[in-house]
């Protein structure tokens, strides 16, 4: 599976983003999908996840009611819209994939490039 992150930018504090990735390869559909960030200096960070199907998804405390994952099989694509954006959330943002919502939430197998969000106060 390859993955490929998009939407990152410069923001000032309070507002939305949404980020997307792409996913290619063998049936990417199958795959529980995942979002982590990595800002400098610090170690990286898992932020959410979504399950195939889209049925069941998990939040870090950090992001939970401010960040919400979406999955559209039908593109391929994962989502995270991000609102109410403070400094803290400058990182690079990957998405990830495994076969399962354990994995991908501590060890994914695929990663994306990574896009970067600034947000500025």
């Known amino acids: 599976v390859q993955l490929q992150a998009s939407g990152g930018g410069l923001v000032q504090a309070g507002s939305s983003l949404t980020l997307s990735c792409a996913a290619s390869?063998?049936?990417?559909?199958?795959?529980?999908m995942g979002w982590f960030r990595q800002a400098p200096g610090k170690d990286l960070e898992f932020l959410s996840a979504?399950?195939?199907?889209?049925?069941?998804?998990k939040y870090a405390d950090s992001v939970k009611g401010r960040f919400t994952i979406s999955r559209d099989n039908a593109k391929n694509t994962l989502y995270l819209q991000m609102s109410s954006l403070v400094p803290e959330d400058t990182a690079v943002y990957y998405c990830?994939?495994?076969?399962?919502?354990?994995?991908?939430?501590?060890?994914?197998?695929?990663w994306g490039q990574g896009t970067q969000v600034t947000v500025s106060s």
């Open positions: 990830a994939a495994a076969f399962s919502m354990a994995v991908v939430t501590t060890t994914p197998t695929y």
């Open positions: 979504i399950t195939w199907s889209g049925d069941s998804t």
């Open positions: 390869g063998r049936t990417p559909s199958r795959y529980a």
